[in-house]
């Protein structure tokens, strides 16, 4: 089976979907971002994708959105207000876009998700979320690929960096091997390229196992706008706060399991089939 090259983007807009979308293009791919802020997603995605105002809540804006593409990929997330919410991105909005897929001979849906989802260390209702979109894409009788990445290096600008400081959140014991968006987009257009990779789960790892202190000082080296210093939150501080609030309670549950969850290298088949990642840290950071 050959697909055509168009995509159907949804979560764009995201601090991951974004430079994941954009790299798409660069791939050749022709992408339609679904999008709930057009203006939002003009600053963010480059010239060349097309924009269509839309929503995960919106089966029939979905199915239109839908129509004469092949591919769909979906770079949702859960955030800490949806835990009592009616509608869940990752459960509701995926049953939204397997519906949507399927009546319009949609024929395969990547989807991103994490490889701390199964941590056990913690009962947290985001990994029950997280399991459970997966759960609901391998049983749709839809070809679906599902991506597993561990840390990207995106998360130092993205999220670590406030000003001139780099922030931790206390320490990992353990090391992620962080990877890039550059190699997880290439792995990504060969995976929904590949008929063989229909409903494959892939976990997405690059070649230098550390942990954030060690991730931190190759950051810092190579950044070279300005100068950046290191600085620790105890997580004892989170853990105080975090019955007051929903969304330090979300940061305390996602620092703790990155901090504890003993990642081990499980990316050979998916370097065998997909490629071998290229980028390093330190040329991710010379980048920006
Ligand atoms: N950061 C990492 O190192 C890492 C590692 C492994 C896996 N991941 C996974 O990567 C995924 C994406 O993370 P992220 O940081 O990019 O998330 P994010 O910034 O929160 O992006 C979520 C995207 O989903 C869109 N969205 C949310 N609700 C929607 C709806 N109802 N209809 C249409 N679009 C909707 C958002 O649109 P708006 O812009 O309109 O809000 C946004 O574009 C997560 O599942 C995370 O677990 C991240």
Redesign the pocket.
């Known amino acids: 089976m050959t697909f055509n090259n168009s995509v159907v983007v949804?979560?764009?807009?995201?601090?991951?979907?974004?430079p994941v979308t954009n790299r798409l293009v660069d791939q050749g791919w022709q992408v339609t971002a679904?999008?709930?802020?057009i203006d939002?997603a003009k600053v963010k995605l480059n010239a060349g994708i097309q924009l269509i105002k839309?929503?995960?809540?919106d089966p029939d804006g979905l199915i239109e959105a839908f129509a004469g593409n092949d591919v769909v990929y979906l770079?949702?997330?859960?955030?800490p207000f949806e835990k009592d919410a009616a509608?869940k991105?990752?459960i509701d909005?995926v049953y939204n876009v397997i519906e949507a897929a399927k009546q319009t001979g949609i024929k395969r849906i990547g989807f991103?998700?994490?490889?701390?989802?199964d941590y056990q260390g913690i009962d947290w209702w985001v990994f029950d979320v997280?399991r459970e979109a997966c759960r609901i894409l391998l049983d749709s009788d839809l070809p679906v690929t599902i991506f597993?990445?561990?840390?990207?290096f995106?998360?130092f600008p993205?999220?670590q960096m406030m000003g001139s400081r780099v922030v931790l959140v206390g320490e990992q014991k353990t090391k992620s091997w962080w990877v890039g968006t550059k190699d997880y987009a290439r792995q990504l257009t060969a995976a929904l390229q590949q008929t063989h990779s229909e409903d494959r789960e892939y976990p997405v790892q690059g070649h230098e196992p550390m942990n954030f202190d060690e991730a931190a000082e190759v950051f810092i080296s190579h950044y070279s706008y300005k100068k950046l210093k290191k600085t620790r939150i105890p997580i004892g501080m989170l853990g105080i706060f975090r019955k007051f609030s929903v969304k330090i309670d979300y940061n305390y549950s996602i620092v703790y399991a990155i901090n504890h969850y003993d990642e081990q290298f499980q990316s050979e088949k998916t370097w065998r089939d997909l490629g071998n990642p290229q980028q390093r840290l330190a040329e991710f950071t010379r980048s920006l």
């Open positions: 949804i979560g764009a807009t995201g601090m991951i979907g974004a679904i999008v709930r802020d939002k839309g929503d995960l809540k770079s949702l997330n859960t955030g509608f991105t990752e909005g991103l998700s994490s490889i701390i989802k997280k597993y990445p561990s840390n990207f995106e998360n993205g999220l």
